[in-house]
């Protein structure tokens, strides 16, 4: 098992890494800050508890199951409203516990329950995807999804602990490996040269050198008034590519680390037609995404004009274009991008005017 600790003003936490790491969670319970609940709700997927990552949990102390529908559509504030009437209805009192079993939404769903509900409760995360053990369960982002947009309700609540068990990975779909391998990418990019190297770790490595590398940004910029930002690398296109989902005109099917990939791929290209990198980076960009197997081109039949609009709403933004973009001194954040330059780079990966 790796233990990785991210370090906070108030409150650190651990995460750990390994198969089985979930049969932890009595334990890690029992041994809360604020001492052990008397009741815990377990806010997970049906298909988790089919899996039988859920039933084989030890737990000293009432347990109340909620289940949420899985996919981005059930992360959403009328989720929230059911799942904390549910709450209410099972009894959970304010020094009780959310536990969140599941992937990204899950995690997601279940950490921006526990952030509000009561004003806030304590929540431990058990991360059985990809994708949320690599990024969404370590943090504290929590939040749902607009009509409008991604994850623009939320809340910055952190986990008293996280357990990433490797061996509920064995049910992972293929698609949701793909997902998690878009994150990675992310780090790969995110590390500069030599980056590469994350990619020929062992599993529980890799993992457990994500986490590591978020647990440092975190630590040193918890509520993203800076560098934490930077973990975004590749999301500005991609949640655009989500709105269009979620605005329900179009279907793009895209999951999420599939669209940090398109993302970080049109990054490179627009840092290119801004002067800031050359094409060896950009190839390299190319070179990361492709070798994770992932598709690095936006979906035919896409309008620029109309993603150009969804990237303007971007929580990063300030009445202006920002994306995170390579350059000289780096990744950094860039405020007030050309909208023409950024219309001609999505043209060149595949977009129509
Ligand atoms: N997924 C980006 C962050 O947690 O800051």
Known sequence: MLTIPVLLENDSYDVAVGDGVRHHLGQVLRELRGGAPKQVA???EQAMIDAGWVH???IDAA???CTIEGGEASKSLSTIERLCTELVEAGLSRNDVIVGVGGGIVTDVAGFCAATYHRGIR???VATSLLAMVDAAVGGKTGVNL?????LVGAFWQPSAVLCDTETLHTLPPREWACGRGEIAKYALLRGEGGEDLLDLDLHE????????????VSSDERESGRRALLNYGHTLAHALETIDLEGGASLDLRHGEAVAIGLVFAAELAFDLGRISEDRVRAHRRIVGGLDLQGEIPRGLSAAHLVDLMGRDKKANHDLTFILDGPAGIEVVHG???AVVRSSLERVGCLP
């Open 56 to 58: 084989d949990l030890v």
């Open 337 to 339: 991008v050309d909208g």
């Open 63 to 65: 347990t109340v199951i």
């Open 42 to 44: 377990i806010i997970t």
């Open 206 to 217: 890799q993992v457990g050198a994500c986490v590591a590398d978020k647990a440092m940004v």
């Open 147 to 151: 009509s409008v947009g991604k994850n």
């Open 123 to 125: 929540y431990v995360s």
